[in-house]
């Protein structure tokens, strides 16, 4: 049964490569959502028939390079095994590229030791495209197409010459979400802290309530923190900037002449990021937190911190491992686990920046975000065996798999619609404008260093004593104003293009 499965899809596959190639503008594949068609009817899709000839190379190993979660949860291993029987007949084996999942393609590829398949965010595989390391996908032939919704096959878009390119396939959305330890709420919650009678605790719906709990724990002096994050990461940190008028790159973040962390009033941001260093360690200040996030949320040292959904296997693990040194079995660690780690949305933020005040103005947090997926590397010799791999780890019975063992967010819509829970919630977020997608283009390599300084900086000052560098807002924003410039020069300066 299996082989006649995939002997259909390959079946359906490489017609629809062969059929598919070369569609003129208005000609759009029956049961598009809405808004790829009209995208469609103003753009040429792309004629790849001289890269895939929709004929399956035989007897080939392809490597393929993933996420590091993904393989130490088991989900590749699980993937590639599943390939390889299915495409057993053709000789085509997918192995591990056993390399680091942030090794560059630009610099292995050409000397022939890159993967053939990569999977990474948005930003890192759109880099490629200027240098021609990966191949366009022929998108609209995959199955898969009609399901992703057009903001996230966007992430992978390219016009050239009035041409759309898709240069990889969407597999999960990413922004952030807070992750809590429900069993760490105070008794009286329900009568204390839930002023609207929602029956969700104030202080993981509003930061300021959070801010007021995290003091709460903090006074106690036990050496235990409320919500806890490394300040230094620009994935999670430029988010508080974005949420007062901050931007990366102008005009929808293609236009790197414009750079925008100062925008608006991204000091109120940065002076929101700086008062809740207040109430952590200096492990906020580095990477420390990041690293030691899983152990000291299971242990009871940080009630909350904020990271994506595809680690939330890796909190459960830990802190099961807690409950199973306390005497549990492994089933009744695991259930208790599942039950007191909460993934939900993140806070509100007040309106004034001031985490003290009473009874706030709310507005949402702008999370940064990106989509994951797969590329297929310009240096591999099987670019038809690559694209049914691509294919096949994207079908929806794989994607589910993705989803219940790595908690990701689905990007097709019926995997994201059946998976329910954080989805509905990263996907209302998409729609309502609150999650800010990467930039796609290559100046996003040049944001990382000089953001990551100055949010290090920021988090240093609240360790100060007498030499504080941002005792007020306009100090704040002469800071973010420089790192425009860092950036600046390195995009148009420093960088090699």
């Known amino acids: ?227 806890m994050r490394s300040m230094y990461d620009v994935y999670f940190s430029s988010g508080f900037l974005f949420s007062y008028g901050a931007y990366v790159f102008g005009d929808q973040n293609t236009n790197a002449e414009d750079i925008g962390f100062s925008a608006g009033n991204a000091e109120i941001g940065a002076n929101v990021l700086l008062q809740q260093a207040g109430l952590m360690n200096e492990d906020c200040i580095d990477d420390s937190v990041t690293v030691s996030a899983y152990s000291k949320l299971a242990d009871g040292t940080y009630f909350a911190t904020m990271t994506t959904p595809d680690v939330k296997s890796l909190f459960l693990k830990e802190l099961a491992m807690v409950y199973e040194n306390e005497g549990m079995s492994a089933d009744e660690a695991k259930a208790k686990a599942e039950e007191n780690l909460v993934v939900t949305d993140v806070p509100r933020l007040p309106a004034s920046g001031d985490l003290t005040e009473e009874n706030p103005e709310l507005i949402p947090l702008k999370a940064m975000g990106g989509v994951n997926g797969y590329a297929i590397s310009a240096y591999t010799k099987a670019p038809n065996a690559c694209l049914a791999f691509v294919e096949f780890a994207t079908n929806y019975d794989m994607i589910m798999k993705r989803h219940e063992t790595l908690g990701i967010v689905p990007a097709r819509s019926d995997a994201a619609e059946a998976a329910g829970g954080i989805s509905e919630i990263m996907y209302h977020n998409l729609d309502e404008g609150n999650i800010v997608v990467m930039p796609s283009i290559r100046a996003v390599e040049q944001i990382w260093t000089p953001a990551q300084t100055f949010f290090q900086d920021l988090a240093k000052d609240a360790f100060r004593t007498s030499d504080k560098k941002y005792g007020s807002l306009e100090q704040i924003k002469a800071g973010l104003e420089a790192v425009d410039k860092q950036i600046y020069d390195a995009v148009h300066t420093l960088a090699t293009n």
């Open 1 to 227: 049964m299996k082989k006649l499965w995939c002997s259909l899809l390959i079946s359906s596959m490489c017609i629809g490569l062969l059929s598919g190639c070369g569609k003129e503008n208005g000609e759009t594949p029956s049961g598009t959502q809405e808004g790829k068609a009209e995208t469609e009817t103003t753009e040429k899709s792309a004629d790849l028939s001289a890269i895939y000839s929709g004929e399956l190379e035989k007897d080939v190993t392809i490597r393929v390079l993933e996420n590091d979660t993904a393989i130490a949860e088991g989900y590749f291993q699980e993937v590639i095994d599943a390939f390889n029987e299915a495409y057993a007949d053709y000789g085509i084996v997918a192995v591990d590229a056993n390399m680091d999942q942030y090794s560059n393609l630009a610099d292995d590829g050409p000397y022939g030791y890159g993967p053939d398949v990569l999977y990474q965010a948005n930003d890192v595989l759109m880099k490629y495209v200027e240098g021609k390391h990966i191949y366009p996908i022929p998108a609209q032939n995959l199955e898969s197409y009609d399901k992703i919704p057009q903001t996230a096959w966007d992430a992978y878009k390219t016009v050239i010459d009035g041409v759309t390119y898709y240069m990889g396939v969407p597999v999960n959305v990413q922004s952030s979400m807070l992750y809590y330890r429900k069993d760490m709420l105070p008794e009286n919650w329900e009568t204390e802290w839930d002023k609207n009678g929602n029956k969700i605790p104030d202080m993981v719906e509003n930061w300021n309530d959070m801010y007021r709990y995290s003091q709460s724990i903090v006074d106690k002096g036990e050496g235990k923190f409320g919500y």
